[in-house]
């Protein structure tokens, strides 16, 4: 049940992928937390459409959008290098 609600609002999160670049074309607008929803959204369509065998370029045709803004973004992402680096502290970092 859990596995289909991701795979159903991570299909959401691509299709307001669509919608953002409807909206505003300038891909680096696009916040740095949605930015990172639409690749969580793309990692969970592509281990899906895998697990189905639907991996094709039809299939895949919607994730286009989230994927064209994590191109874009990718350059810009530096707030996200701190969550990064918060990752790989040891848990006492935290604890202290």
Not at 19 to 45: H, N, T, W
Not at 70 to 95: M, N, Y
Request: hydrophobic share 45%; aromatic share 8%.
């Amino acid at each position: 049940m859990s596995a289909e609600e991701a795979v159903k609002h991570s299909l959401k999160l691509c299709n307001m992928a669509t919608e953002f670049l409807g909206i505003i074309p300038d891909k680096s607008r696009c916040p740095s937390f949605s930015a990172y929803a639409m690749f969580v959204a793309a990692s969970i369509q592509f281990k899906s459409l895998g697990a189905q065998g639907l991996l094709r370029s039809e299939s895949i045709s919607r994730l286009y959008p989230a994927i064209s803004i994590l191109e874009r973004v990718k350059r810009i992402w530096h707030p996200l290098e701190g969550l990064v680096r918060c990752h790989r502290l040891p848990a006492r970092h935290f604890l202290s």
